[in-house]
């Protein structure tokens, strides 16, 4: 963004804002007030909205007011192009409405207004496509303008990065390179494999010919990708995708190195390694050869970027494998980090490790988001990752350094045989934890002292108080499996993105308790070798599963003995820290509230929490009147919710046709407000003055 205007921008919507205040008496924190670039004329041009990722619309035609008034505008039937793409948000630019589709990732067009289909774009089928194991999870697109035409940009479960014309869905001409595949067009694709092996040596050494169809052969690994790629400046970057890690029991695959090309050649610009080889910073971070011919450390979720500062931000996978890492002794960088790069260049700028040595499955999951916040005076360029963890990192953008401090804590070492762990993990001070870390406690329902002790003696008796970072432990130990709380699936995970209101500097994020149940085995002996993976050398342990079930009644005569919520929302003001509010998931099924309702134990106290809320997280997206979440009613009906901002009251709700997926956007067409809903089956769109008897369905 160019700084003169950026710095007009901030002025008016600063002057806006003190008028909204004066007049309306709307809340309006006082903070430094910016915007990432992307939403402009109230498009949504990024995945998340804008490049900050922070699925934030200035569009306000919508308000909690007329809230209710919204109906169906149009449906999206995706059912033409197979099952429905789990985890997508359609991108809007210059009246198309951009998207992808099924297992195929088919990539889609539709007309804003209506939903009807204006050109679809489907990639060749090759071998390396058919084995992704990430195929249903493309999320979305990347969109540039280059010299006054709009670019498509999209990367596919096979590996491949196609340019597309926005407006005719055909490859650019003269663009990349010709792939050697039956049916593939002569421009507009990049091979991906081809850069990202080239000077890989498990590949070199093999010493044969590259198969297009086929990309790296499975003994020493394989790639793919589950979100698209980001535009910066002048550079497509590309981030990547393995095997799921807590499903692996192989050590061989491939480092998921970032990618740059030119945005109006497809020429290769650079590539980034992730797990540094030999006079590379973090080399010394790999103990033995690991380096060599282990890998994952993708970027499997979303990107952000700074194109101002000329930055994209990357958050990375772990290591290969996830609840084991004794083939891979020490720290591992780049895993489980949120690096900095430039990307013109591909240069390193900074870097962060959130989990050193990671064996729970704490990958970092979502996009960060970046806001310009105002810190005990001081303007900061922060950039704000939400994690498993349940924790906040909050870093200044340009440097990377903590806006608040993190601290070197000990945690629990593990007792499996050649596993060792690091002796710290790096714990944020502040913002506080967004939702439970390990279980104490003072987690348990403490409505009176008896019902505490109560819930003491169950939790104890069943054993699960847990450490926050507690290690697997193996099949033979008389201990059983470790509890991990948060589990692999969070506190936040990539079903439920964080959102923010750049304006305010305020951060929604979406989390859930849950825990996991961690046990390894012989990784040869393990169920999971069952299935067909790459690699051939078996690690010494793998996962008995993702989780093991059991683990006791964790219940007072059906009363849960541990605090909710189930699932929350916490909104948590950047420019100071404090967490504002926390409120449920949508709300907990009828039956449930009844049962603690008239729980015996529970009869003439004050202060009972009936509403639990929904396990896991939901989709949201932030106007400047109103956050937008979706859940479900206590009737399991599914609805968009209208929130306050300031205090998380409930402002409105509209019943929708499915619960809600992923990630929602919101942008204007012709003079009117959209929010488009991901649902199983494929879209819809709600407006106001929308009709849903002449809603139809479009194929």
């Given at each position: 963004m160019n700084g003169e205007r950026c710095e007009t921008n901030r002025a008016l919507t600063y002057g806006l804002a003190l008028v909204m205040s004066a007049v309306f008496g709307l809340w309006v924190p006082e903070v430094a007030i910016a915007q990432g670039t992307g939403t402009e004329n109230a498009q949504w041009t990024y995945l998340g909205g804008d490049s900050w990722h922070t699925r934030y619309t200035p569009a306000e035609q919508i308000t909690p007011e007329n809230f209710e008034e919204l109906s169906i505008a149009w449906r999206w039937d995706a059912s033409s192009?197979?099952?429905?793409?789990?985890?997508?948000?359609?991108?809007?630019?210059?009246?198309k409405l951009i998207t992808v589709s099924g297992n195929r990732r088919h990539v889609v067009a539709l007309n804003p207004a209506t939903g009807e289909l204006l050109w679809s774009f489907t990639e060749p089928n090759t071998s390396r496509y058919e084995y992704s194991m990430r195929k249903g999870y493309g999320k979305g697109i990347a969109y540039a303008e280059i010299d006054g035409r709009g670019v498509v940009f999209i990367t596919s479960p096979g590996f491949f990065l196609h340019a597309l014309d926005a407006e005719t869905g055909r490859p650019i001409e003269n663009w990349g390179r010709p792939v050697p595949i039956p049916d593939f067009d002569d421009t507009g694709t990049v091979d991906l494999v081809e850069d990202l092996i080239a000077d890989w040596g498990p590949w070199t050494s093999m010493d044969r010919p590259y198969d297009a169809s086929t990309g790296i052969p499975l003994e020493i690994g394989y790639i793919t990708s589950s979100s698209p790629p980001i535009v910066v400046n002048d550079t497509v970057v590309i981030g990547n995708s393995a095997e799921q890690g807590y499903l692996q029991t192989r050590v061989e695959n491939v480092p998921g190195d970032i990618l740059g090309y030119d945005i109006r050649t497809g020429d290769f610009k650079w590539k980034f390694n992730v797990i540094p080889r030999p006079g590379e910073l973090g080399h010394d971070t790999w103990e033995n050869d690991a380096w060599e011919w282990t890998g994952d450390v993708s970027s499997w979720a979303p990107m952000s970027s700074d194109p101002e500062l000329g930055l994209v931000y990357i958050p990375t996978n772990s290591a290969t494998?996830?609840?084991?890492?004794?083939?891979?002794?020490?720290?591992?960088?780049?895993?489980a980090s949120l690096i900095a790069l430039d990307a013109e260049t591909g240069e390193r700028r900074w870097h962060y490790q959130m989990v050193h040595?990671?064996?729970?499955?704490?990958?970092?999951?979502t996009a960060p988001i970046l806001m310009d916040v105002t810190v005990d005076g001081r303007e900061i360029k922060g950039i704000f990752q939400a994690t498993k963890q349940a924790w906040v990192y909050a870093l200044d953008r340009a440097t990377g350094e903590p806006i608040w401090p993190i601290e070197e804590r000990p945690v629990p070492p593990s007792v499996v045989l050649g596993e060792q762990l690091s002796a710290t993990q790096p714990f944020p001070t502040w913002p506080a934890p967004f939702d439970l870390q390990g279980r104490t406690e003072e987690h348990l329902i403490d409505y009176t002292p008896?019902?505490?002790?109560?819930?003491?003696?169950?939790?104890?008796?069943?054993?699960?108080?847990n450490p926050m970072f507690n290690p697997p432990t193996t099949v033979d130990d008389p201990a059983g499996p470790a509890w991990n709380c948060p589990g692999g699936g969070g506190g936040t995970n990539i079903t439920g993105p964080a959102v923010a209101d750049p304006v305010s500097g305020v951060m929604f994020v979406t989390s859930g308790s849950g825990c996991f149940r961690l046990q390894i085995m012989s990784a040869s002996e393990s169920p999971l070798d069952e299935r067909e993976q790459s690699g051939v050398t078996h690690s010494n342990f793998a996962a008995v599963a993702t989780t093991v079930r059991g683990g006791g009644d964790a219940t007072i005569d059906g009363l849960p003995i541990w605090k909710g919520p189930l699932g929350r929302i916490t909104a948590i003001d950047m420019n100071t820290g404090e967490h504002l509010w926390v409120i449920p998931n949508g709300d907990a099924s009828q039956d449930e509230q009844d049962m603690i309702r008239n729980h015996p134990l529970l009869q003439g106290l004050d202060g009972v929490e009936i509403n639990r809320g929904r396990a896991g997280g939901t989709a949201m997206v932030v106007t400047p009147t109103m956050l937008v979440a979706g859940g479900r009613t206590s009737d399991d009906t599914p609805q968009l919710f209208a929130i306050d901002k300031k205090t998380g009251e409930r402002l409105g709700s509209v019943e929708i046709p499915g619960v809600t997926r992923y990630g929602m956007s919101s942008w204007m067409h012709e003079d009117k407000q959209y929010i488009i809903v991901q649902l199983q089956g494929g879209l819809v769109a709600y407006a106001l003055g929308g009709s849903d008897a002449a809603a139809d369905d479009h194929h």
């Open positions: 192009f197979g099952p429905s793409t789990a985890r997508a948000t359609p991108t809007y630019v210059d009246g494998i996830d609840y084991y890492g004794g083939h891979r002794p020490g720290d591992n960088l780049f895993a040595h990671d064996v729970w499955n704490y990958d970092t999951p008896e019902i505490f002790e109560v819930a003491r003696r169950v939790a104890t008796e069943n054993k699960l108080f």
